[in-house]
């Protein structure tokens, strides 16, 4: 059942040959067996998911399958959390999110959430109020990535096949390449938000999931597409769903390969390995293959997402503290999320304002920059996953902890991107390193061109399985 993914494990319930109860057995003894070492499940309701199987499961094509949610957002009225925040904590929610009817009307079985940082942000998840980090399974001392990093954890170790996420400067792709996972950030507002938001730090924060299939993603992602009512704008409709994208080849793609960062600065060598050896097999697979490296304002794009994201930490702060009728007391923050709000209250409304015009000023460069190309291959990340501990948020420089030498940007290079510019993206683990730790390599198409990108995802998937590569800890 380990080696299953999602759309195998939904055939065994439909075919008698498992139930749901006994999947959901399956799941908590993982849990049980290695959370103590990962710490990525929290909040778990085993009640409200029996509840689930005994009401009788929708007639979807995850039915009986184990589902884990993301603590941040995903609200739900049966799996409250803790958003990653003491502040937050045992958060209980009275309605029940768009996203969550939608994944619910899968057949999934929801039993719990996973970690994430405090205010989502950051390479990492080291929350402060899960009492102690998240860790890799393919090393205990490297991360789990961030700032879906339960999910990624709890995915790569075989807890459930396929986990919900969420990625606003790439927490579904990092974890997801830190884990050896598959990872898709679809085209802006391809999900609803609603009914709590419009949108999320000025549209670059998504929805999404991380799985070990490619077509787990695809078949999740179709269930769950279209906005809700209310939704502010729409992400243009696709030319095909995600699953009819990967059922058959794509056409042969014209694919620009940076083996830099996009400043042009040196990776890791064995991300540039990554990201030469994927180039080869693309080559052979008969895409026209060349080196390329995307002109935009890179850094002001970064400058502009760090004050956004910023001010988004202090309104959701604020919004906490009035439905709770009080002020910040101790321990209710970790001391970057202070400092993030200190940052904030030096920005005026204007200059909020310019920072979102920056961030469309660039979504029309990198739209330019797809001039001749139908997709972009980078590494997802500039190195391995990082040791836990070095992008803790036991810090008091917010800018520096950004956009500073030595800072998440300067790690993670690419994945922010796309957020800004609102074009699909997704990670998917081609290389290994000697050590035995996941590198996965990064592409990205033009706007509302997701079932492109997906069926290149699906032709590396073919063309270099992955599906027998498992962390050593899950095979005890």
């Excluded at 789990?144 to 459930?160: C, D, M, Y």
């Excluded at 026209?288 to 910023?310: L, Q």
Aim: aromatic letters at 8%; proline letters at 7%; charged letters at 20%.
């Amino acid at each position: 059942m380990q080696t299953a993914d999602a759309t195998s494990l939904s055939a065994m319930v439909a075919k008698g040959e498992i139930s749901a109860d006994e999947l959901l057995d399956h799941a908590l003894a993982r849990v049980a067996k290695l959370n103590p070492d990962l710490n990525a499940v929290v909040s778990v309701q085993e009640g409200a998911a029996r509840r689930a199987i005994r009401a009788g499961l929708p007639d979807g094509p995850f039915r009986g399958v184990p589902f884990l949610l993301k603590d941040l957002g995903a609200e739900a009225v049966d799996f409250p959390g803790h958003n990653g925040s003491a502040l937050l904590r045992d958060t209980r929610y009275t309605y029940d999110s768009e996203l969550f009817l939608r994944m619910r009307a899968t057949g999934a079985v929801t039993f719990g959430r996973t970690t994430s940082p405090e205010g989502g942000i950051g390479p990492v998840t080291e929350a402060a109020v899960y009492g102690g980090p998240t860790r890799n399974p393919w090393d205990l001392s490297r991360t789990s990535g961030g700032s879906s990093g339960g999910a990624a954890a709890a995915v790569a170790a075989g807890i459930v096949p396929i986990a919900h996420g969420s990625d606003g400067g790439g927490s579904i792709r990092i974890p997801a390449s830190s884990c050896g996972l598959f990872g898709f950030k679809a085209t802006r507002a391809r999900f609803p938000d609603g009914p709590a938001a419009g949108e999320g730090w000025a549209g670059m924060a998504i929805e999404g999931f991380l799985s070990r299939s490619v077509r787990d993603n695809a078949v999740m992602m179709d269930a769950c597409a279209g906005a809700d009512a209310g939704a502010p704008y729409a992400a243009p409709a696709m030319e095909m769903t995600y699953a009819g994208a990967i059922a058959r080849p794509p056409r042969r793609l014209r694919i620009g390969v940076c083996d830099t960062t996009f400043t042009g600065a040196p990776i890791h060598p064995e991300c540039r390995t990554a990201v030469e050896t994927t180039a080869r097999l693309l080559e052979g697979l008969g895409h026209s293959v060349t080196p390329f490296c995307p002109k935009a304002d890179h850094h002001g794009m970064m400058r502009a997402w760090t004050r956004i994201v910023a001010c988004g930490t202090a309104l959701s702060v604020r919004g906490a503290l009035a439905r709770r009728g009080r002020g910040l007391q101790d321990g209710d923050l970790q001391r970057l999320s202070h400092a993030a709000i200190r940052y904030a209250e030096g920005i005026s409304g204007a200059d909020y304002l310019q920072a979102v015009e920056t961030i469309h000023a660039y979504g029309r460069e990198m739209a330019a920059a797809f001039d001749g190309y139908d997709i972009i291959l980078s590494a997802t990340l500039a190195e391995p996953p990082a040791k836990v501990g070095r992008f803790t948020h036991d810090r008091d420089d917010y800018e520096a902890y950004r956009i500073g030498e030595g800072g998440v940007f300067e790690y993670s290079p690419f994945c922010a991107t796309f957020n800004a510019s609102g074009q699909p993206a997704a990670t998917v683990p081609m290389h290994w390193t000697a050590e035995g730790l996941p590198v996965g390599v990064h592409f990205a198409a033009p706007f509302g061109h997701d079932a492109t990108l997906i069926a290149l995802c699906a032709e590396c998937e073919q063309a270099q399985p992955w599906a027998h590569r498992w962390p050593p800890m899950t095979q005890s």
